[in-house]
């Protein structure tokens, strides 16, 4: 059973950081595309990073050069580093795989989610 199971979020000041976290389980996580979405409330969801198997990264013009994704092929984990945190960065994250090599397929697993809030 393919699972993705986020953590790390929480509360935290303007110019702040967070580090969110993805458990990934029942596939094989280290040759399929990853990646990392946030939805704002009445907004859209919005892609924020994916990485590729060969780790290969790709950034919302919003976030680069401050948030961070990467991926522990030991430990099946997906990460994002959030630094320099803004209030329009409030959203609820959701971790997300294609299980495909190639991250232009559609996503079509998704986690539960963790809220991030800036305040």
């Known amino acids: 059973q393919v699972q993705l199971v986020e953590s790390g979020g929480g509360l935290v000041q303007t110019g702040g950081s967070l580090r969110l976290a993805c458990a990934a389980s029942g596939f094989t996580y280290s040759t399929h595309c990853m990646g990392w979405f946030r939805q704002a409330p009445g907004k859209e969801r919005e892609e924020v990073a994916t990485i590729d198997r060969h780790g290969v990264t790709n950034y919302a013009d919003s976030v680069k050069g401050r948030f961070t994704i990467s991926k522990d092929g030991g430990k099946n984990t997906l990460y994002l580093q959030m630094n320099s945190l803004k209030p329009e960065d409030t959203a609820m994250y959701y971790c997300?795989?294609?299980?495909?090599?190639?991250?232009?397929?559609?996503?079509?697993?998704w986690g539960q989610g963790t809220q991030v809030t800036v305040s």
């Open positions: 997300a795989t294609n299980l495909h090599f190639d991250c232009s397929i559609a996503f079509s697993i």
